[in-house]
């Protein structure tokens, strides 16, 4: 009898740490936004956080996108190739990149590149005792450490997506009229005519929570760290893995809302 009733124990039990988890990161993240509408504001540490989730996250957001507009555009071409439908790569690349694959390959990149730093910065910070310097210096952590990470990520984040969504239809426009042979002033026309409101704000909004849940993965699992290295280790491990997850899913949820008919 026991034997039949373990694994039924052990999927409740893995549900009940799942839901234990969830529940923790929407208080943390309801603390967070509570503290947001709050001062004191520390401007020295959001003109740092815009920097690093910002500006420094250029590139790779540049490369990403360049490349991938290119590949898209050339699969586009192969594949309407098959049904005499090459004329519509300038339409399919800039509603993909627009509407999905810019926001969500920015959203990712953040996920590696600024979540894992995040956590690994926060969690070094409390492997070390300097959150709890903080707190003797009677300074909220989360005032301090969170909420300029969170919004810098907020502010920064759509405009990411917004360069990597002009970017990756540059690429594609590069391959389509330098390998393809398209003319670049219909490629264009094309582009321009074909995209419609909705899509430029699906990107940014999806920008806009990709950047938050980027940030607040990341401050999380900082916070959250075990003592030791294997701690940040595993912080930083967990925090990227909770970010692409949860990216996604709200990649397919803001999807639903925007697109749904």
Known sequence: MNAILAFPALIGAMVLRFAASVGRVVIFGARTASHVVRPPIYPRELA???LNI?????PVVGLTAIFTGGALALQIYSGGARFNAEAVVPQIVAI???RELGPVLVGLMIAARV???IAAEIATMKVTEQIDALVTL???PM???VVPRV???LITVPLLVGIGDIIGIAGGYTVAVQNLGFNASAYLTNTIQFLELRDIVSSLAKGAAFGVIAALMGCYYGMQSDRGAQGVGRATKNSVEAAAVLILAANFI???VFFSI
């Open 96 to 98: 993909g990149m627009v």
């Open 138 to 140: 009677s300074t909220n």
């Open 54 to 58: 910002g500006w420094l996250s250029l």
């Open 143 to 145: 005032k301090y450490l």
């Open 254 to 256: 803001l999807t639903g």
């Open 115 to 117: 979540t894992s730093s």
């Open 151 to 153: 919004l810098a990520a």
């Open 48 to 50: 740092v956080a815009l």
